[in-house]
C-alpha cells in the first residue's frame, strides 16, 4: 500500500509540474519580450493595458500550482485562461494549426480542471503550510 501510494503522489507531483511548466515558461517569455508582443496582443482584440494581467495570470498560476500552494484554485484560474484564450486567440475558420493549438488548450483544460477536483497531492508546500483548497 505505501509504494502505491508513493506511486501516486510521484505521479499527481509530475503532472502537476508539466501543467505548471507549461502555464509559467509561456507567461514568463511573454515577460521577457514584453515590447514585441504588444501587436500579438493588439491582434487577439485584447488592449494592451491587459497585458500585464495576462503575464500574472499565467505565472502566478504556473508557480502556484508547481508549489502546491492554493492549488485548486490557481487550477481553475488556469483553466479558464486556457479557455478564454482558445476562442479569443486560436479558433479561427479555415486555420488547421490554430485548430490544433484550440484543441491543445481544450486539452489543458482538462487536466486543469482535474487539478482543481482532486488537489495537488500529499507532495506540496501548502501541505507544510497548512494552506487550504491545497
Known amino acids: 500500500m505505501i509504494q502505491n501510494q508513493a506511486l501516486q503522489n510521484l ?3 509530475v503532472g502537476r509540474v508539466m501543467l505548471a ?6 507567461g514568463y517569455g511573454r515577460l521577457m519580450s514584453y515590447a514585441s508582443i504588444h501587436n500579438y496582443v493588439n491582434d487577439w482584440g485584447v488592449p494592451h493595458a491587459f497585458k500585464p494581467f ?14 502546491g500552494i492554493y492549488t485548486k484554485p ?20 479555415g486555420d488547421e494549426l490554430q485548430l490544433i493549438d484550440f484543441m491543445k488548450n ?5 487536466g486543469f ?6 488537489g495537488a497531492g500529499e507532495w506540496r508546500f501548502g501541505k507544510r503550510f497548512n494552506f487550504k483548497w491545497s
Open 106 to 110: 481544450m486539452a489543458l483544460t482538462g
Open 21 to 26: 511548466a507549461m502555464m509559467f515558461w509561456t
Open 54 to 67: 495576462i503575464i500574472l495570470w499565467e505565472v502566478g498560476a504556473g508557480l502556484l500550482i508547481l508549489t
Open 11 to 13: 505521479t499527481m507531483l
Open 113 to 118: 480542471l482535474y487539478v482543481a477536483v482532486a
Open 74 to 93: 490557481a487550477a481553475l484560474a488556469a483553466a479558464l485562461f486556457c479557455i478564454v484564450s482558445g476562442f479569443v486567440v486560436h479558433l479561427h475558420d
